[in-house]
């Protein structure tokens, strides 16, 4: 999941996600005057977010890493043509090498144009920095409950335990999805497959009827339940125009109770979605897992929880920088995990703030089985690759779900599929939307189910399925969310069904 993609996430796919503020950020002030302290070097921004291209929707906090910004807050100043806003961040939102603002939608007169693009700048007493760029992207309404969902082109083969992430093409009107490995009923596969993701949220086009299976970029080994996250200029300090996937973890072998700590890098084409071979990295996971969730954002690769070679499920959260070329820097282990073992639940960033909804406490269940899951909502800062103390969201869950999947855009998040107590298809979907002002720990809001009978949930009843969200935005002006493969729910335990070949996507609002 992409998470600078601000429909995903994600993500999934964030890439888009919703808001929890981080505490502290501040908000919006008139104040002119410069930062407190003794006089040192005039301050100098290196980058924002990150990333090499910054995007940011309003009133949402961007991450400033540089130097010079001295111990107590001055002023950050967003400017777009005579419009120029300061704001005067709290003291646990800066420091002398990052800062986190809260980008302004205006002066509360007149508002910036979005999209458009604002300058920033940082003041201390030392002087005023360079000017660095955020290219301001909109926010737009969403209600999940008016989803309705059809089918599209199906997978070349039924698999269960895949991953995949969207990837961005050279437009603002294309756009590709990339499963790799799964279980096909008999072994684990090292398959690729790529597919264009038109705006409507098919997939498939005039000229490519059918999946691009990469035959000569498989992945070096087989591989199920990994995880896949997606590095772009907008989340990473990647050159303009890259397209890196990463695949992470994994069970090699069908039946093994073991995972793997590979990460393997490879580089999409933005123009046909191939995927241009697989490099080993040598930054690899602490330990062994599969089952995790991983997710990109701000510049630093995330991934919480999964099933360790004891089979045990694990509260552990790592993290690891990009670096300019892709590749990855060392993994450090996270000073705040998970407050217990968790694998197969669902996790993006958005805001400053990571969340962990739902997934499988128990130890010893063959990942391709049946098993209720949590109800619980973690969440927890994430700011440069440090996370903060996690917290019990609130509102929990409405269903015990494990190995579901997740949609996050516009703020609304939905939680869907998997296994959970109750009759088939009781509880396929239900959806939260971010709390703005987080009052009484609740930074995701109540949740309400998605129904059958109105048409708000395809009916597909898989587990272990694969959910990502479209980087474009419908001609509605709405998000494009695809549910691929996975295996058909038939209770709370056991081996479940057989596999599904069935691709959906929603085709409204």
Same mark, same amino acid.
């Given at each position: 999941?992409? /998470? ?5 996430? +994600? ?214 339940? /990994? ?9 990473? $300090? ?64 995330? *991934? ?65 089985? /049946? ?40 703020? /609304? ?29 609740? +930074? ?17 009843? *898989? ?28 209770? *709370? +335990?056991? $081996? ?14």
């Amino acid at each position: 999941m992409r /998470q600078h993609n601000w429909l995903m996430a +994600a993500g999934l796919i964030v890439p888009m996600a919703g808001l929890a503020l981080l505490a502290g950020c501040g908000g919006s002030s008139s104040s002119s005057g410069g930062g407190g302290g003794t006089t040192g070097n005039q301050p100098q921004i290196q980058n924002i977010n990150s990333s090499t291209t910054a995007t940011s929707p309003v009133n949402l906090p961007v991450d400033i890493s540089g130097s010079g910004f001295q111990s107590a807050p001055g002023k950050v100043t967003f400017t777009q043509g005579s419009l120029s806003v300061d704001v005067t961040p709290t003291a646990s939102a800066w420091s002398s090498t990052g800062i986190q603002a809260v980008v302004p939608a205006g002066n509360g007169t007149t508002n910036f144009t979005v999209p458009g693009t604002l300058n920033v700048t940082v003041t201390t007493s030392a002087g005023t920095s360079n000017s660095e760029p955020v290219n301001l992207v909109p926010t737009l309404s969403f209600r999940p409950s008016a989803m309705t969902w059809a089918k599209t082109t199906q997978l070349p083969a039924a698999m269960t335990g895949m991953a995949g992430v969207a990837v961005r093409g050279n437009s603002s009107s294309n756009a590709f999805v990339v499963l790799t490995g799964g279980y096909n009923g008999t072994a684990n596969t090292n398959t690729v497959w790529a597919d264009n993701w038109n705006q409507n949220g098919t997939v498939g086009s005039a000229t490519n009827k059918t999946w691009l299976i990469v035959g000569t970029r498989p992945l070096p080994t087989t591989l199920a339940f /990994q995880a896949m996250a997606e590095a772009d200029d907008t989340n990473s $300090p990647v050159p303009a125009g890259t397209r890196d996937v990463y695949v992470i973890g994994g069970q090699v072998s069908a039946g093994s109770l073991s995972g793997s700590a590979t990460v393997y890098l490879g580089t999409v084409n933005p123009s046909t979605g191939f995927v241009n071979g697989w490099t080993s990295l040598n930054s690899r996971l602490p330990q062994a897992l599969y089952g995790m969730s991983a997710s990109v954002y701000n510049g630093y690769l995330y *991934v919480v929880g999964g099933m360790n070679s004891n089979d045990d499920p694990v509260n552990t959260v790592y993290t690891a920088p990009i670096n300019s070329d892709g590749t990855l820097g060392v993994f450090t282990p996270a000073k705040n995990f998970l407050p217990k073992g968790e694998a197969f639940g669902s996790m993006f960033l958005y805001g400053d703030t990571i969340y962990y909804i739902d997934g499988d406490p128990d130890s010893s269940i063959p990942p391709g089985n /049946q098993d209720i899951g949590d109800y619980q909502v973690y969440f927890a800062s994430a700011v440069r690759g440090v996370v903060g103390p996690w917290t019990q969201n609130a509102n929990s869950t409405i269903y015990d779900r494990a190995k579901g999947v997740l949609f996050t855009a516009f703020g /609304q998040v939905i939680q869907g599929e998997g296994v959970y107590f109750g009759s088939v298809g009781s509880g396929e979907m239900e959806t939260s939307a971010v709390n703005l002002n987080n009052t009484t720990n609740a +930074a995701l809001g109540l949740w309400s189910s998605l129904a059958a009978s109105s048409g708000q949930v395809p009916q597909a009843n *898989v587990y272990n399925a694969v959910g990502v969200t479209s980087p474009l935005i419908s001609a509605t002006g709405a998000p494009r969310f695809l549910l691929l493969g996975g295996q058909y729910l038939t209770g *709370v +335990a056991g $081996p479940g069904g057989t596999l599904s070949v069935f691709v959906y996507y929603n085709n409204a609002p």
